[in-house]
């Protein structure tokens, strides 16, 4: 139940506990759906893929990877001892357009 009391300065809203309580819930999940969308997003972004992997989307071969990292264009991440490169640093790298300039 919802009733309105107005006065000349403000006006103030009496509101049920259950409806109280159905508008928090749905406040809470869209914003918990919101914060898990954006951390599957930058999860799918952040993974790590193979040399191999990286060679083929960008389009170069396992030199050009070597020397991207070396010049700091492209940096590996060791898993182990497991050369790997980020899915967003590969992305970023296609958005430009897949050279290095």
């Known amino acids: 139940m919802l009733s309105e009391m107005t006065t000349p300065l403000q006006t ?3 509101i049920g ?3 109280l309580e159905e508008i928090i819930n749905g ?3 869209a914003r918990m759906k ?3 969308d954006n951390k599957k997003k930058e999860a799918e972004a952040d993974q ?3 040399p191999k992997d990286a060679a083929e989307q960008l389009g170069v ?3 050009t990877l070597w020397r991207w990292h070396n010049e700091g264009y492209l940096v590996k991440v060791y898993i182990g001892n497991k050369p790997r490169y980020k899915q967003s640093d590969i992305d970023r790298i ?4 897949g050279s290095h300039e």
């Open 12 to 14: 103030q809203y009496v």
């Open 17 to 19: 506990k259950d409806d």
């Open 27 to 29: 406040i809470v999940d």
């Open 34 to 36: 919101r914060f898990f």
């Open 48 to 50: 790590l893929i193979t």
């Open 61 to 63: 071969n396992l030199t």
């Open 94 to 97: 296609l958005q430009k357009g």
